[in-house]
């Protein structure tokens, strides 16, 4: 069936790179999202790759799809403060209906000084 | 920019209860979806619809129903609330499939059954 996972927490010192790793289980997927959270809000849109792409760079963020091993990675580089919040990946499968998407259980970020 | 508004941020009722959920979205967008958001279990889909007056049950629907009679407002009803349903509540939107249509959110509801 169709599983997305993450580790559910990640600690990184300020200026530092984060590294927020996922894994999924559906070959068919499309799309693959960075979703944040911030405290008390909703999801934003982070990035998105598409299941041919290897690569996409987007300013201090970086997202690699290694899609024989179905593992998604998102690289925040010189990581602030800001950037403390719950990161949820999400998978897109080739034949959902209504762009239903499949999210993982969230990496809950903290930076310390 | 995509609006979703959620009617409430803090919602509070009692046990028995039946409770509405109202969101609005302003993007003319088919696609509306209703999660509910938990520690530790991630976002998961209760009901979602792709048209009007059309709806999908998604992997938790039990204890809720939902309605779609205009476009842009989607509503979760819970027909007889009962504490297992506190939980933080979350509507989405989106225009079609894919990463140039992704889901929108809005703030979330967060919901106490006392």
């Known amino acids: 069936g169709e599983d997305v996972e993450q580790s559910l927490f990640l600690s990184v010192r300020e200026g530092d790179s984060s590294v927020i790793n996922c894994t999924y289980t559906?070959?068919?997927?499309?799309?693959l999202y960075w979703y944040k959270q911030e405290p008390g809000a909703g999801l934003q849109l982070l990035t998105y790759i598409f299941s041919n792409m290897d690569m996409k760079q987007d300013q201090r963020l970086t997202v690699l799809l290694n899609k024989k091993d179905k593992h998604l990675s998102l690289r925040i580089a010189d990581t602030q403060t800001g950037d403390s919040a719950i990161y949820f990946c999400a998978e897109e499968p080739l034949y959902s209906s209504a762009s239903k998407i499949i999210f993982g259980s969230g990496t809950r970020l903290s930076i310390r000084p | 920019d995509v609006k979703v508004t959620q009617s409430s941020r803090y919602l509070v009722k009692r046990t028995g209860e039946k409770v509405f959920l109202e969101c609005v979205q302003d993007m003319d967008h088919e696609n509306m979806f209703w999660y509910r958001q938990d520690p530790g279990l991630g976002l998961r889909l209760i009901y979602f619809?792709?048209?009007?007056?059309?709806?999908e049950k998604g992997d938790i629907p039990e204890g809720y129903s939902v309605s779609r009679e205009k476009k842009e407002r989607f509503s979760l009803i819970l027909e007889s609330a009962s504490t297992n349903q506190t939980s933080m509540y979350l509507c989405?939107?989106?225009?079609?499939?894919?990463?140039?249509?992704?889901?929108?959110f809005g703030d979330g509801t967060r919901l106490s059954i006392l």
């Open positions: 989405a939107s989106s225009g079609g499939q894919g990463g140039n249509q992704p889901q929108h």
């Open positions: 619809s792709y048209d009007v007056k059309m709806k």
């Open positions: 559906d070959s068919s997927s499309t799309y």
